[in-house]
């Protein structure tokens, strides 16, 4: 049981190693180990506004919390001494974004990917450790008929390419030189995405609101199955797959789509 736990901070636990959990309760991390059986406390700098947001790093080294307010913040704190190391801001002039709606590291640990939440849902990618933005890109106007955004997600091998998702939202985007240049797969008008993640350094997983996940593959759609239906995920060789196994064709993104008890990728 975990006590004094904010079950409305989004990622708010996270293990620092296997035997060792790390959560936010009051203006302090707690820091459990579950083999010892004993607890610690990372001081939080005071602050006025409210965190909302907390991810870990690949590495397990540094945690991100962002916080909430009239100018969202986020802080990076060092796991190994346990203090903050870094206070980033959105530098973008103009912006009304008073949080972030999702942040992540990229796989080795030297960069920071953050989408600001509404009106401006703005991409932030920063050099954390020089406290910078070396770039940035609008997801979509505040016109379109899609969003929120719910979730941004890092390429487990390359850390210029990322997946972005959100109601009726799915974009692959790879970063050339200081610009963010969409690829692959995008027709999700009708789709209500809410998360992502990278199974394989060539696919995708997302996963809808009313129970199904989209397959994406080298930046393609190659399957849509119903979360119920599917037992298991194989991954096998690219090769290998092509030659034995058929998986399902996509003509729309309707829930009617049937799946096998075991998808083999």
Known sequence: MLFGINPLIKGNVHFIKEDLIIYPAGQTFTVNDLTKKTQTHIAIPWSKKTINLIVMSPNRKYLAVAESGDR?????????????????????????????????????????????????????????????????????????????????????????VIVVVGDCFFKMYSLFGTEFQQYGFERAERVPLTCVTWIAPDKALAGTKDGRFLLIDFGELVG??????????????????????????????????????EVRI
């Open 72 to 160: 969202p913040t986020i802080s990076i704190f060092d796991l190994r001494d346990r203090t903050r190391i870094k206070y980033l801001g959105n530098p973008v002039a103009g912006s009304k974004a008073k949080r972030f709606a999702s942040i992540a590291f990229t796989f080795d640990n030297k960069y920071m990917v953050a989408i600001t939440g509404e009106p401006d849902w703005l991409l932030l990618w920063y050099n954390w450790e020089r406290a910078r933005v070396e770039t940035t890109a609008k997801m979509f106007d505040p016109g379109d008929k899609i969003g929120p955004i719910f979730q941004v997600s890092t390429h487990p091998d390359d850390h210029t």
């Open 224 to 261: 849509i199955y119903r979360v119920y239906d599917v037992d298991e995920i194989v991954i096998i060789p690219r090769r290998q797959a092509a030659e034995e196994v058929h998986l399902p064709a996509v003509d729309n993104l309707t829930p009617s789509q049937q799946a096998e008890d």
